[in-house]
């Protein structure tokens, strides 16, 4: 694929429609957070499964000289929903 490839958005019924490209490998029924950044950019975040909601807090370990988790990081609550 090309690095960038033009798309045209499309109403359809009561919404706008942006067809993307097969080479994105994109599933059918794949959702994704949409928003647009300072520059008016649309950005597409895939949505990922909650994947603390089944660990036990002595399962979460931060390691302070790696910083593999940042220290100050605090979930919203509205990462999955």
């Known amino acids: 694929m090309k690095k960038y490839t033009k ?12 067809t993307l490209p097969s080479e994105l490998s994109i599933e059918d029924g794949e959702e994704f957070y ?5 520059l008016e950019s649309l950005v597409l975040v895939p ?3 909650d994947y603390f909601q089944t ?5 979460l370990v931060i390691d ?17 929903e």
């Open 34 to 38: 949409v928003f647009k950044d300072h």
């Open 7 to 18: 798309v045209i958005s499309k109403i359809l019924e009561d919404s706008i429609v942006i």
């Open 55 to 59: 660990i036990t807090e002595s399962e």
């Open 64 to 80: 302070d000289e790696s910083n593999t988790v940042p220290i100050k990081y605090q979930p919203m609550g509205s990462e999955w």
């Open 47 to 49: 949505k990922v499964d």
